[in-house]
């Protein structure tokens, strides 16, 4: 993914900030200072899993947690275009 790639990121219909190429969609929220809970960072705990309400994501690491359809675990994925996102 090219460096200049920004993606449009909306959380809770209120908070809306830029991904910037972060390895994660985690690790952006945490750039642009969003509360977000986490623990292992590896797919592992699932403590980072947000619901997708709009849009697609790529995933960057495997995940061992059960999800429904429309979760996602933030540490493990990116967004593919603009989404919205329920914390
Ligand atoms: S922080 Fe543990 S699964 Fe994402």
């Known amino acids: 993914m090219p460096k200049s790639f920004m993606t449009r990121v ?3 219909n209120s908070i ?3 991904y ?3 390895f994660s969609l985690l690790d952006s929220m945490e750039e642009n ?3 977000v809970t ?3 960072r590896g797919g592992y705990c699932g403590l980072c899993k947000v619901k997708l309400t709009q849009g697609k994501v790529t995933w960057v690491q495997d995940s061992l947690v059960t999800l429904q359809s429309d979760d ?3 540490c ?3 967004p593919d ?3 919205s996102i329920e914390t």
């Open 16 to 18: 809306v900030f830029d």
């Open 72 to 74: 996602v675990l933030t």
């Open 76 to 78: 493990c994925c990116v």
């Open 81 to 83: 275009g603009p989404i």
């Open 33 to 35: 200072e969003v509360p």
């Open 20 to 22: 910037d190429a972060e």
């Open 10 to 12: 909306t959380v809770n």
């Open 38 to 40: 986490y623990n292992c």
